[in-house]
């Protein structure tokens, strides 16, 4: 056998043992593959990534399905792998709310995120149980992504508020603790 057939042949046996190797561990290329693979295990979606925010060795996903949100996780692993994450599964929209909001505490961050049903909001801000007011300004599709570490690595949100266009406060939720 010839030098290039043989050359030919290895490289044929090691990309099959990549297919293999991707196939039963789960991992993928890209963290949307790593996305939709999640979405897929728990027969959810597909859904339209709204936007994505990279934290280092993970991603935040903020997502739509029909009446559903959702925040899911991507870990990144290694090096240049994606795996699935956690928080795939939506939460419905509840169009009678002002503001539809989930929280969560994933990979030592607080998250919070959620969608604006009330078009008079166009901004939303985030009271930290640490005294911090983390502002959002922008929204994407009408949803908002908060994230933030606590000193203490606990749930941290103690309001959260909604803003008309003149500054005015139209959303109060508060937390008593």
């Not at 925010?53 to 991603?59: A, E, L």
């Not at 559903?68 to 990144?76: A, E, G, Q």
Request: charged share 25%; hydrophobic share 35%; glycine share 6%.
């Amino acid at each position: 056998m010839s030098r290039i057939k043989k050359t030919l042949r290895n490289l044929i046996i090691i990309a099959a043992l990549f297919c293999i190797f991707m196939i039963t561990t789960g991992l993928r290329l890209t963290p949307v593959q790593a996305h939709k693979l999640s979405e897929k295990g728990i027969h959810y979606g597909p859904s339209k990534i709204v936007k994505v925010f990279n934290h280092g060795k993970y991603q935040h996903l903020l997502c739509k399905y029909d009446n559903w949100i959702s925040c899911n996780t991507v870990d990144r692993t290694l090096f240049i792998f994606w795996a699935p994450g956690s928080q795939v599964t939506g939460v419905e929209n509840n169009l009678d709310e002002a503001l539809k909001y989930i929280e969560s505490y994933s990979n030592r961050i607080n998250i919070v995120y959620g969608i604006v049903n009330d078009e008079n909001i166009e901004k939303v801000e985030v009271y930290t149980t640490e005294g911090n007011i983390i502002v959002n300004k922008d929204l994407y599709d009408n949803m908002f992504y908060f994230s933030w570490k606590s000193k203490d690595n606990t749930w941290g949100m103690k309001e959260l508020r909604g803003y008309d266009k003149n500054g005015n406060q139209i959303y109060l939720f508060q937390r008593n603790r």
